[in-house]
């Protein structure tokens, strides 16, 4: 039952985004492992939108863990959890809006232990999705504090496909 109320409130967060007491409670009525282990479940389901709502919760409560002193916990227990794994597993999803996700999750939350699975991804996907490359680039970029011009270029400039070529321009866009 509990464990059921808590995937309901996450799926309705995002009307409680902007409010400190709404995080304040969700921290106080459940552990940092419940939180997880609803968030992975959810992470694993087949709908694209309880995956989205779960990435997003993610985001917003790591993001919110300065602000509330309470939530650092939580942030403390996500870098070494089951739930980067799952984000990584489903950074190379066959679902776009899933693959996505995974990777904004996991650059937005600073996840640096994902950079060399993102890379690794990246090289995988530079031939048969280009258009997902530009949000790959961005992500491991900003994991890496920028450093990577010389990688993109050594594994960009040399494409077969037209359309991959075509893509390296929107990466080093958004690199740049």
């Given at each position: 039952?509990?464990?059921?109320?808590?995937?309901?409130?996450?799926?309705?967060?995002?009307?409680?985004?902007?409010?400190?007491e709404y995080?304040?409670?969700l921290?106080?009525?459940?552990?940092?492992?419940?939180m997880?282990?609803?968030l992975?479940?959810?992470?694993?389901d087949?709908?694209?939108?309880?995956?989205?709502?779960?990435?997003?919760?993610?985001?917003?409560?790591?993001?919110?863990?300065?602000?509330?002193?309470?939530?650092?916990?939580?942030?403390?227990?996500?870098?070494?959890?089951?739930?980067?794994?799952?984000?990584?597993?489903l950074?190379?999803?066959?679902s776009?809006?899933?693959?996505?996700?995974?990777?904004?999750?996991?650059?937005r939350?600073g996840?640096?232990?994902?950079?060399?699975?993102?890379?690794?991804?990246?090289?995988?996907?530079?031939?048969?999705?280009?258009?997902?490359?530009?949000?790959?680039?961005?992500?491991?970029?900003?994991?890496?504090?920028?450093?990577?011009l010389?990688?993109?270029?050594?594994?960009?400039?040399?494409?077969d496909?037209?359309?991959s070529?075509?893509?390296?321009?929107?990466?080093?866009?958004?690199?740049?």
């Amino acid at each position: 039952m509990k464990k059921t109320n808590l995937a309901e409130i996450i799926s309705k967060y995002i009307d409680h985004i902007e409010e400190d007491e709404y995080w304040a409670l969700l921290i106080n009525q459940y552990s940092s492992e419940e939180m997880i282990d609803v968030l992975l479940e959810m992470l694993q389901d087949e709908s694209d939108a309880v995956e989205s709502k779960a990435s997003l919760f993610i985001l917003d409560l790591i993001l919110q863990a300065p602000k509330l002193g309470s939530l650092l916990e939580f942030k403390k227990h996500y870098y070494h959890s089951k739930l980067i794994q799952q984000l990584e597993i489903l950074a190379n999803d066959v679902s776009f809006f899933k693959r996505c996700d995974a990777v904004h999750t996991l650059g937005r939350t600073g996840s640096k232990s994902s950079l060399s699975k993102l890379k690794e991804i990246f090289n995988e996907s530079k031939e048969k999705d280009p258009l997902f490359l530009g949000d790959l680039a961005f992500e491991i970029n900003w994991l890496s504090g920028g450093n990577n011009l010389s990688w993109y270029k050594s594994n960009l400039l040399n494409l077969d496909s037209f359309l991959s070529r075509w893509a390296c321009l929107d990466v080093f866009k958004n690199i740049s």
